[in-house]
């Protein structure tokens, strides 16, 4: 969530600097600071607790200004968001660094630095690999040398961009479970956590592979990996808009949206894991103690954040083996629960001021569960400020009412929630990694599925002229079929319903006919042959069937049935993100038929701050 801006150039660096902290300010932060090293080779400092403006604000007042330099935007794991622990952070004045990530044996090396005479203004992580640094200095006086030491040195997540006064015409990189790029400019280069904050400035990329160390001046770049090899990293031209509020050459922000869940699920998972390891302190500073002691979880949501904790309830159960409930926000607030003794209260939210979910939140702060914690879209919202733990999905602005990508992040995000619940119980090394790995699959896997857009939208025209449809799932998938509902009614206004398949026979099998078109979607899991018998129901019964399946489940399409099979096979874990993609884009694909207003549909809003 964290923000990282480098600039090496023979103009002033500090208004590209800011400019690229004003693009980053999306990904979440709750301070802000710069530092350049001025034309005497000293360095000059600011920071600033809160917003970006609050920096230029400090910068206004005492200027500095410098060819080479660094900045940041930082979200608090190690310390409370103050001015000390704000980066850059510095060491004995020769050297400034910023980082983003998490460093496991931070209070290891603190023990050691402290024996060596070194003294420590923060209580962040980061301060430790600034004097680390700094002490192998004294060996190789030699930055790029005294970096890749230090790198040897750390266990968990970062990336790194450092500048000293003892060479103060580069910038050194450093990458471990972190994305940190190189924007190629024309003798200057540039540094970023993100593309998207050196658009205005290049459009030539070198992205850093995991153990990359890098060298950046301003005619020159040098790069070795892991082993000390010197490499030569691809250059790439980026395709991202300069802006990404603007549609570009989507139709609608929706499609634009749903296209871009590939990215936003990378960036929910980067800095969070390392290793095939996931880090609990990227759920806070207080995260591995409070997970130790959950015995239960209980979770409240509204709309399509709901459906999203219906799916981590399923999971919860099933790999952690705690109980796990859901409820609706609304519904919540409202009642006197009965709170087991260590039970984690969580709160899912695009926007962190939906009502009802935030009224839930605050009536949960005196209802004695053992903590809260906030999944969330937004950095600066009210959830997120209120809740003890956060979690970020950096899913980016999400400009269309009808949640897409915010959506499939919040199943990432409760998926790493699932794993690190689990890490304190009976989950093995093994089996996390193997969960880990099904996640950080998850952006390829997404790509892959949305080549299904053009069988898609040929589906779509055999629902523009109905009024009605069904939806089925079973498992953790009935939830995803409430999902497709919802999209459907959301921006088509055709009236659409999911149910358990099962429970088809129980009622809603009264409305099936010819003009009621059922949608299905079948894993290949344990259920699959009740799920067949299910829709063998159906067909008895004249219904229409549309089913987006597993390729390995065997079923095909015939009369009365059209099968959609998706790309590739998934796993339990993987299966509602995927599942997830093809409803979205049938949503889309009806409504653009119907000619309705697919971003802003009638009567809703995209942050319901009303009850």
């Known amino acids: 969530m964290c923000g990282i801006v480098g600039v090496v150039a023979e103009r002033n660096a500090v208004p590209i600097l800011m400019q690229g902290l004003r693009r980053l300010e999306y990904r979440g932060y709750d301070s802000a600071g710069i530092a350049v090293m001025t034309a005497g080779h000293r360095l000059a400092r600011l920071r600033a607790v809160g917003k970006v403006k609050a920096l230029q604000d400090a910068l206004d007042a005492d200027p500095i200004d410098g060819h080479v330099g660094i900045a940041h935007t930082r979200w608090a794991t190690h310390g409370v968001p103050t001015q000390r622990n704000a980066h850059p952070h510095i060491s004995r004045d020769g050297i400034a660094i910023v980082h983003n990530g998490i460093i496991e044996n931070h209070e290891a090396l603190r023990a050691g630095l402290i024996e060596l005479g070194y003294s420590f203004d923060s209580e962040t992580d980061t301060e430790v690999i600034a004097h680390r640094i700094h002490h192998h200095l004294a ?19 970062y990336a790194l961009a450092v500048i000293a006064q003892s060479d103060p015409e580069c910038v050194v990189l450093a990458r471990q479970g972190c994305p940190v790029v190189i924007g190629l400019g024309i003798e200057e280069n540039f540094v970023a956590s993100d593309v998207a904050a050196l658009l205005p400035v290049t459009r030539r990329f070198m992205f850093l592979e995991e153990g990359d160390v890098a060298e950046v001046r301003r005619l020159s770049i040098k790069v070795e990996d892991v082993t000390g090899t010197l490499v030569t990293r ?26 871009e869940q590939p990215r936003a699920i990378a960036q929910t998972l980067e800095e969070r894991v390392a290793g095939a390891k996931l880090l609990d302190a990227a759920f806070g500073p207080a995260a591995q103690q409070v997970f130790k002691r959950v015995k239960a979880v209980h979770i409240a949501a509204c709309g399509t954040s709901f459906h999203a904790g219906l799916v981590a309830s399923f999971f919860i159960e099933q790999v952690c083996r705690i109980p796990a409930r859901v ?8 009642r006197n629960p009965v709170v087991t003794p260590h039970t984690l209260f969580v709160t899912l939210s695009q926007s962190g001021e939906t009502a009802d979910t935030l009224a839930a939140l605050r009536n949960a702060k005196q209802a004695g569960y053992l903590s809260t914690l906030t999944i969330c879209n937004v950095a600066e919202s009210s959830m997120v400020r209120e809740s003890e733990l956060v979690l970020l999905t950096r899913a980016g602005p999400e400009i269309g009412v009808a949640s897409t990508k915010a959506f499939t992040t919040q199943l990432t ?16 090394t093994a089996h996390e990694r193997e969960l880990v790995l099904q996640l950080l699959q998850l952006p390829g896997l997404v790509e892959k599925t949305l080549q299904l857009d053009d069988a898609i939208r040929a589906l779509a025209e055999a629902f523009a002229d109905k009024r009605h449809a069904l939806f ?24 659409a319903e999911a149910y358990a398949a099962a429970e088809l026979k129980h009622g809603p099998l009264a ?10 979607v079948a894993p290949n899991n344990e259920l699959l042959e009740k799920l067949k018998s299910n829709l063998q129901e159906v067909r008895a019964r004249g219904g229409k ?7 390995e489940t065997g079923l095909e399409s015939s009369e009365g049935v059209t099968v959609i099979h998706m790309p590739v096979a998934v796993t339990a874990l993987q299966a509602p993100v995927i599942f997830a993609v093809p409803m979205q884009l049938l949503a889309y694909h009806v409504a653009v038929l119907k000619g309705t207003d697919v971003d802003q549909p009638r009567n809703l809003a995209k942050s319901l701050t009303v009850e």
């Open 139 to 157: 060996d190789s006086a030699d930055l790029y040398e005294a970096v890749r030491k230090t790198v040897a040195e750390l266990e968990g997540a």
């Open 234 to 259: 691809e250059i790439r031209e980026s395709e991202l808009p300069a802006d990404a509020v603007e549609r570009g050459q989507y139709r609608h922000f929706m499609l634009k949206e749903i296209h």
């Open 327 to 334: 409820e609706i926000a609304s519904e919540y607030r409202y």
């Open 413 to 428: 995000a409760l998926g790493m929630l699932v794993v690190a619940l689990a890490k304190h119980r009976a989950l093995d």
């Open 472 to 495: 089925l799932g079973r498992g953790p998938l009935h939830a995803i079929a409430m999902e497709g509902a919802l999209k459907l009614k959301e921006i088509s206004y055709i009236h």
């Open 511 to 520: 409305l099936v006919d010819e003009d009621m078109p059922v949608v299905a």
């Open 545 to 551: 069937l549309f089913v987006f399946a597993d390729p």
